[in-house]
């Protein structure tokens, strides 16, 4: 499979998600950096799994990112706000890009909390 045929599958696997466009360019330009490391194209396209695999696991990603989201929130408002802290920190972990995580300036209860934007 050349480069195109990979991307096209991945983006046509992740149709319907909505960071399809940046984990697409993304990806290119991680195939991008290693070809220019002299790796060949069938080296980096192993490691990186089949485009099917790859879809896969940044939707698994993004779902188990907002599963850990919904956990914190219950935490938090359950008052347990360093369990909450660690959820919300494996939630960004999972999936950085989660609109509704981001990190703020530390609280008067952790050193460095992630906080929901509604």
Aim: charged letters at 35%; aromatic letters at 8%.
């Amino acid at each position: 499979m050349n480069e195109e045929d990979y991307l096209r599958t991945l983006r046509h696997r992740l149709r319907g998600f909505d960071d399809a466009d940046d984990i697409v360019d993304e990806i290119r330009s991680h195939i991008v950096e290693k070809r220019e490391a002299g790796a060949p194209l069938d080296d980096v396209l192993a490691r990186l799994g089949t485009a099917d695999e790859l879809a896969r696991r940044y939707i698994a990603d993004a779902a188990l990112a907002r599963a850990w989201w919904g956990l914190a929130r219950v935490a938090e408002c359950t008052s347990m706000h360093k369990t909450a802290d660690q959820y919300f920190r494996r939630a960004h972990d999972l999936d950085p890009r989660f609109a509704s995580i981001q990190v703020m300036r530390p609280s008067s209860w952790t050193t460095a909390r992630l906080v929901t934007r509604l």
